[in-house]
């Protein structure tokens, strides 16, 4: 009697413990791995962390690319001209890219995507953004209408005053095109100059390499007359300035 007392003791532990043991597992746990270097890579992986590595700083595997690292694919994002020196990407930056019918539909339609909230449909400044805050320029006044492809072209990509970077958004050659249809803007004709751009084609007036000049409307080459009243600025009907000076 006491023998099978104690055997049936034994079995109602083993049953509990199993019952407790299943109870308690994690359903992610893989339990116990046979031959674990069969799953897990023994070399140092870059975008895989399982332990934590001895030799790289902050025990991670991925380490910090040397400065001056240009990413596979990504050298033309690099022009190597300062943020401030609008200037000089004016004199320096010439659009690679022909002033072809669908390079400046395909710009359009960039535009209308990146830019016409602010710089409205006619680049006029008179985007739902433009209007509420005034002061966006209008292309095709003052020194806005001489700007060339290099100076639109950092523009876009680094921003100025009020206008946020555009950089990463953008790739070069959508800049570039970008740069275009804002050349075809500058007419005062809005999406109607776009047909008298091709036409232009990459004359001087289209895709010069240094901005042209306007002496009654600007006073100095690629400054675009900052800290000034602009007579129409945004067509918003307000007197604002410019932007200001980098």
Not at 37 to 58: D, F, G
Not at 141 to 147: I, L, R, V
Not at 167 to 193: H, T
Not at 200 to 209: E, I, K, L
Request: net charge negative; hydrophobic share 30%.
């Amino acid at each position: 009697m006491a023998h099978s007392l104690k055997i049936g003791l034994q079995a109602s532990l083993m049953v509990f413990g199993a019952i407790c043991t299943t109870a308690c597992h994690d359903a992610n746990d893989t339990g116990i791995e046979y031959a674990p270097e069969m799953y897990e890579s023994i070399p140092y992986e870059p975008l895989r962390q399982v332990t934590a590595n001895t030799i790289n700083p902050m025990g991670i595997n991925q380490r910090t690319p040397p400065v001056g690292t240009v990413p596979l694919g990504k050298l033309d994002y690099y022009d190597h001209i300062p943020k401030d020196s609008v200037e000089q990407a004016s004199r320096r930056l010439t659009n690679p890219l022909a002033y072809t019918q669908e390079n400046l539909v395909e710009g359009q339609t960039l535009y209308a995507r990146n830019c016409q909230h602010c710089h409205g449909e006619q680049g006029d400044g008179q985007g739902p953004v433009g209007q509420k805050f005034k002061g966006v320029p209008n292309y095709s006044a003052g020194a806005y209408k001489t700007m060339n492809d290099g100076h639109i072209y950092h523009v876009i990509e680094w921003g100025k005053g009020r206008m946020m970077p555009h950089g990463s958004q953008v790739n070069p050659e959508e800049r570039w095109k970008i740069a275009m249809y804002v050349r075809a803007l500058q007419l005062g004709e809005g999406p109607d100059g776009l047909s008298k751009m091709v036409k232009v084609g990459p004359t001087s007036a289209a895709s010069d390499s240094t901005e042209t000049s306007d002496s009654s409307n600007q006073s100095a080459v690629g400054e675009a007359q900052a800290g000034t009243g602009s007579a129409t600025p945004g067509q918003g009907n307000t007197k604002a300035t410019n932007g200001t000076a980098n």
